[in-house]
Protein backbone atom coordinates (compact mmCIF):
# COMPACT_ATOMS: atom_id res chain seq x y z
CA UNK A 1 0.00 0.00 0.00
CA UNK A 2 1.24 3.40 -0.67
CA UNK A 3 2.09 5.93 1.81
CA UNK A 4 2.79 9.51 1.60
CA UNK A 5 4.59 11.68 4.12
CA UNK A 6 4.38 15.84 3.09
CA UNK A 7 5.97 18.25 5.50
CA UNK A 8 8.07 21.37 4.98
CA UNK A 9 5.03 24.04 4.73
CA UNK A 10 4.83 26.87 6.87
CA UNK A 11 3.92 30.62 6.65
CA UNK A 12 5.85 32.92 4.62
CA UNK A 13 5.61 36.39 2.99
CA UNK A 14 5.74 36.93 -0.40
CA UNK A 15 8.67 36.49 -1.73
CA UNK A 16 9.54 34.03 0.38
CA UNK A 17 11.02 30.54 -0.42
CA UNK A 18 10.22 27.33 1.13
CA UNK A 19 11.24 23.46 0.41
CA UNK A 20 8.30 20.51 0.58
CA UNK A 21 9.21 17.31 0.81
CA UNK A 22 6.74 14.13 -0.12
CA UNK A 23 8.45 10.64 1.44
CA UNK A 24 7.47 7.84 0.14
CA UNK A 25 6.94 4.07 0.70
CA UNK A 26 4.88 0.42 0.17
CA UNK A 27 6.09 1.08 -4.02
CA UNK A 28 9.37 0.59 -5.42
CA UNK A 29 9.98 4.49 -5.95
CA UNK A 30 12.23 4.78 -9.32
CA UNK A 31 9.27 2.98 -11.59
CA UNK A 32 6.66 5.47 -10.23
CA UNK A 33 5.87 9.34 -10.70
CA UNK A 34 5.34 11.61 -8.19
CA UNK A 35 3.28 14.97 -8.25
CA UNK A 36 2.94 17.70 -6.14
CA UNK A 37 -1.18 18.93 -5.67
CA UNK A 38 -2.45 21.94 -4.19
CA UNK A 39 -5.73 23.05 -3.07
CA UNK A 40 -6.90 26.51 -1.87
CA UNK A 41 -9.82 27.06 0.51
CA UNK A 42 -13.07 26.88 -1.82
CA UNK A 43 -11.23 25.70 -5.09
CA UNK A 44 -10.08 22.19 -6.53
CA UNK A 45 -7.22 20.58 -5.85
CA UNK A 46 -5.10 21.43 -8.75
CA UNK A 47 -1.70 19.98 -9.80
CA UNK A 48 1.07 21.98 -9.29
CA UNK A 49 4.56 20.24 -10.87
CA UNK A 50 5.49 15.85 -11.35
CA UNK A 51 8.78 14.34 -11.58
CA UNK A 52 8.80 10.46 -13.26
CA UNK A 53 11.28 8.80 -11.47
CA UNK A 54 12.16 5.79 -13.89
CA UNK A 55 13.51 8.73 -16.73
CA UNK A 56 13.69 11.79 -14.98
CA UNK A 57 10.92 13.69 -16.93
CA UNK A 58 9.64 16.67 -14.91
CA UNK A 59 5.72 19.22 -15.56
CA UNK A 60 5.37 22.18 -14.28
CA UNK A 61 1.89 24.24 -14.53
CA UNK A 62 2.39 27.39 -16.17
CA UNK A 63 1.68 29.25 -12.65
CA UNK A 64 4.96 28.06 -11.44
CA UNK A 65 7.21 27.83 -14.33
CA UNK A 66 10.50 29.31 -13.56
CA UNK A 67 9.89 29.74 -9.67
CA UNK A 68 9.29 26.31 -8.45
CA UNK A 69 11.84 22.67 -8.86
CA UNK A 70 10.65 19.65 -8.41
CA UNK A 71 13.72 16.97 -7.93
CA UNK A 72 13.78 13.35 -6.27
CA UNK A 73 16.23 11.32 -4.39
CA UNK A 74 15.77 7.82 -5.18
CA UNK A 75 17.90 6.71 -2.09
CA UNK A 76 15.63 8.65 0.40
CA UNK A 77 12.73 7.51 -1.55
CA UNK A 78 11.89 11.46 -1.24
CA UNK A 79 10.64 14.53 -3.86
CA UNK A 80 11.21 17.73 -3.66
CA UNK A 81 9.15 21.14 -4.25
CA UNK A 82 11.60 23.83 -4.09
CA UNK A 83 9.09 27.20 -4.20
CA UNK A 84 10.92 30.52 -4.40
CA UNK A 85 9.21 33.77 -5.53
CA UNK A 86 6.36 33.11 -3.53
CA UNK A 87 3.08 34.49 -3.75
CA UNK A 88 -0.30 34.99 -2.17
CA UNK A 89 -2.29 33.26 -4.75
CA UNK A 90 0.51 30.18 -3.98
CA UNK A 91 -1.48 29.78 -0.39
CA UNK A 92 -3.22 26.52 -0.51
CA UNK A 93 -2.89 22.89 1.11
CA UNK A 94 -0.17 20.92 -0.73
CA UNK A 95 -0.47 17.10 -1.52
CA UNK A 96 1.95 14.25 -3.21
CA UNK A 97 0.74 11.22 -5.01
CA UNK A 98 1.73 8.72 -7.33
CA UNK A 99 1.26 7.47 -10.23
CA UNK A 100 2.35 6.80 -13.84
CA UNK A 101 3.06 8.84 -16.65
CA UNK A 102 3.46 7.66 -20.50
CA UNK A 103 3.66 9.30 -23.71
CA UNK A 104 -0.36 8.66 -24.19
CA UNK A 105 -1.76 8.70 -20.78
CA UNK A 106 -0.92 10.71 -16.99
CA UNK A 107 -2.71 8.48 -14.18
CA UNK A 108 -2.40 9.54 -10.27
CA UNK A 109 -3.66 6.68 -8.19
CA UNK A 110 -5.99 7.19 -4.84
CA UNK A 111 -3.25 7.49 -2.82
CA UNK A 112 -2.38 11.03 -1.10
CA UNK A 113 -0.76 12.00 2.16
CA UNK A 114 -2.06 14.58 4.89
CA UNK A 115 -0.67 17.68 3.00
CA UNK A 116 1.06 20.52 4.11
CA UNK A 117 0.09 23.75 4.35
CA UNK A 118 1.67 26.61 2.43
CA UNK A 119 0.55 30.34 3.88
CA UNK A 120 2.29 33.50 1.72
CA UNK A 121 1.18 36.60 3.27
CA UNK A 122 1.51 39.93 1.38
Known amino acids: EAQLVESGGGLVQAGDSLRLSCAAS????????IAWFRQAPGKKREVVSW????????YYVDFVKGRFTISSDNAKNTVYLQMNSLKPEDTAVYYC???????????????WGQGTQVTVSS
Open 97 to 111: TVGTVSSVDVTWFDA
Open 26 to 33: GFTFADYA
Open 51 to 58: INNSDGET
